[in-house]
């Protein structure tokens, strides 16, 4: 007789989103005529670059001829994209990361979701509250976690994230092994000072546990003394392994690549108490289980390091950005505290109320759709975020709105 997985059986089905489309549905239901605007989920809405676009029709072209031709590429990446990334996203800041370092995927929700396998069932996970669900489900699924009460699940080690330490949260005062951090955060949008990096990075050290940095919103940071990697912090090497995406920062979302940067000196341990390269273990588990991004992809994604895809990318995220200073100017002249915005494309808002709640009284009110954020952990109860992906005229009309309903 064949049996489940268990572990699978303590997931919380995320009805989030669901919760939020059927919510939506009924209030078309009751009101046709009023259109919705909507700020709720974080997926990009403008079109790829036209660097990217170029370079995508010039490589699908040569997958038509016999000499341009590719059939099963290096499941790593190609040469030319993991180049690219190692000089433009990492050495030109003076982070130290070697191309075959890099290992080029179609997201960072998978690699931020795999990478849990190299580790033992038996590993203390730290996890940020409030967090994008993906580190959590995937530790519930690989069994590191007892069951859900209270809103969360045993064996997990909380990291909360509140208006006490600005969002960014303090060092666990247990012993961990795995650490999960995302700057800037999705949802709060907050970041990461240097110096509280270097902390992180520290403890990691003297505690021989190990940071998964999760840096898909890197592109967003405007403010010069933030770091972009968390590579820049010395002696990171040894302690931490990022994950980056194009999704963001190029409008990938629907495209797909990713990568993921594993630096040789990163150790973990065996049973026997032997310090293990980590580098060879991803590698043995990317090429197991994954036959590489397609040609017309990577080609497109190193088309975004070319001057003009530079000059494009930047434009389209000074682009969400704008829009996410003018959701954050609005939400605070109507007296409500925000969070992030400036370097991430999401605003955190302290409603003052039930999240939901909040979310009810936006739709209903404004016609404005925003995610409550209780469906980002117990931490989140209480906010809401509001995204920038989409227009600016209709990000200018959803302020509006909100301004007439609530001032
Ligand atoms: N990491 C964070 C923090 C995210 O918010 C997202 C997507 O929303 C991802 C990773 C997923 O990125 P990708 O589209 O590369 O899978």
Redesign the pocket.
């Known amino acids: 007789m064949l049996q489940v997985n268990e572990h699978y059986l303590k997931l919380q089905a995320s009805y989030l989103f669901s919760d939020i489309a059927k919510r939506v549905a009924a209030f078309q239901d009751a009101h046709p005529g009023r259109e919705v605007i909507k700020l709720g989920i974080?997926d990009v809405t403008n079109p790829l670059p036209p660097a990217c676009i170029e370079a995508f029709h010039k490589a699908v072209d040569e997958m038509g001829t016999v000499a341009g031709f590719r059939g099963y590429g290096p499941e790593q990446g190609y040469d030319f994209l993991r180049e690219a990334i190692a000089a433009h996203d990492f050495r030109a800041r003076g982070a130290l990361v070697e191309a075959d370092e890099v290992f080029v995927s179609d997201?960072?929700?998978?690699d931020?979701g795999n990478i849990q396998e190299l580790f033992s069932t038996g590993a203390k996970i730290a996890i940020p509250d409030p967090v994008?669900p993906v580190y959590l489900d995937t530790n519930v699924m690989a069994g590191r976690t007892g069951v859900y009460r209270d809103g969360r699940y045993e064996g997990i080690v909380y990291l909360d994230s509140t208006r006490a330490n600005n969002f960014v949260p303090e060092l666990p005062r247990e012993e961990v092994d795995l650490i999960y951090l995302?700057f800037p955060n999705?949802p709060t949008g907050s970041t990461i000072s240097r110096e509280q990096l270097t902390t992180w990075v520290d403890f990691a050290r003297d505690s021989r546990a190990l940071i998964l940095f999760?840096a898909?919103?890197e592109a967003f940071i405007r403010d010069p003394d933030l770091p972009h990697s968390i590579y820049e912090i010395p002696g990171a090497r040894e302690v931490a392994i990022e994950?980056r995406?194009y999704?963001k920062s190029a409008g990938f979302?629907g495209t797909r690549c990713?990568y993921t940067v594993v630096p040789r000196e990163c150790t973990a341990f065996d049973a026997a108490g032997n310090r293990q390269a980590i580098h060879p273990l991803w590698n043995r588990r990317h090429c197991t289980k994954f036959n590489g991004v397609s040609y017309p992809v990577q080609r497109a994604a190193e088309a975004v390091y070319s001057p003009a895809g530079q000059a494009q990318c930047t434009a389209l995220i000074d682009g969400y950005l704008h829009n996410a200073g003018l959701i954050r100017a609005a939400m605070t002249e109507l007296g409500y505290a925000c969070v992030g915005g400036d370097n991430a494309p999401y605003v955190w808002i302290d409603g003052g109320r039930d999240s939901w709640g909040f979310f009810d009284l936006l739709l209903e009110k404004a016609g404005v759709v925003c995610t409550p954020g209780a469906g980002f952990g117990r931490c989140g109860q209480g906010y809401i975020r509001l995204s920038a992906f989409n227009s600016e005229a209709n990000v200018i009309r959803a302020m509006e709105r909100i301004r007439q309903a609530l001032g």
């Open positions: 974080g997201g960072a929700k998978c931020t994008y995302c999705n999760d898909a919103y994950f995406s999704s979302t990713a």
